[in-house]
T-cell receptor
Framework: AQSVSQHNHHVILSEAASLELGCNYS??????LFWYVQYPGQHLQLLLK??????LVKGIKGFEAEFIKSKFSFNLRKPSVQWSDTAEYFC????????????FGPGTRLSVLP | DAGVIQSPRHEVTEMGQEVTLRCKPI?????LFWYRQTMMRGLELLIY????????DSGMPEDRFSAKMPNASFSTLKIQPSEPRDSAVYFC????????????FGPGTRLTVL
């Protein structure tokens, strides 16, 4: 079965620091990759997604992620975080062959100190 | 569009009681998903529907859980009888297309079983 791992359970940064959150998946075939964000008390929202083309994907709010197929990774980055980025971040993967069985990672909680 | 609508937003019940969670997907979306989020297990896919038909219910934890989608605009997740370990946030999500499409999440129902 497909699995998704996220390297950090909780990341604490100061404002303006750079961010990189790791995500690795286990499936060896074609995949679609997503990063979702959950702000405190809110529902999950899509940050960005990759399904083909340029492996460097740009999303909302200055986030980007790079798909590295050889490493089974899809790390999320932001050059300069803000206090408002405090949230939980989830990596998700599904089978690219029209699969709908999304598998979410355990999430990484990001706390940005003002 | 109002997005995915879930009700109730909060539910507190006693062990042994029946609980029914409701979801209205985004109009025109053919796929509907039920997830459960807990601190211990993260975000788990319970079941998903395509055109009102359950496709994969392998994530449903026990026979106490059941889900229905009587029409394209309404789905229910029922727990009978409820147990304290069912306490979690239950999210409903919908999407238009398979595979690469974004899932749009509802605000969730926070269930507490005493």
């Amino acid at each position: 079965a497909q699995s998704v791992s996220q390297h950090n359970h909780h990341v604490i940064l100061s404002e303006a620091a750079s961010l990189e959150l790791g995500c690795n998946y286990s499936y060896g075939g074609t995949v679609n990759l997503f990063w979702y964000v959950q702000y405190p008390g809110q529902h999950l929202q899509l940050l960005l997604k990759y399904f083909s083309g340029d492996p460097l994907v740009k999303g909302i709010k200055g986030f980007e992620a790079e798909f590295i197929k050889s490493k089974f990774s899809f790390n999320l980055r932001k050059p300069s975080v803000q206090w408002s980025d405090t949230a939980e971040y989830f990596c998700a993967v599904n089978d690219g062959n029209y699969g709908q069985n999304f598998v979410f990672g355990p999430g990484t909680r990001l706390s940005v100190l003002p | 569009d109002a997005g995915v609508i879930q009700s109730p937003r909060h539910e507190v019940t006693e062990m042994g009681q029946e609980v029914t969670l409701r979801c209205k997907p985004i109009s025109g979306h053919d796929y509907l998903f039920w997830y459960r989020q807990t601190m211990m297990r993260g975000l788990e896919l319970l079941i998903y529907f395509n055109n009102n038909v359950p496709i994969d219910d392998s994530g449903m934890p026990e026979d106490r859980f059941s889900a229905k989608m009587p029409n394209a605009s309404f789905s229910t997740l029922k727990i009978q009888p409820s147990e304290p370990r069912d306490s979690a946030v239950y999210f409903c999500a919908s999407s238009l297309l398979p595979g690469t499409d974004t899932q749009y999440f509802g605000p969730g129902t926070r269930l507490t079983v005493l």
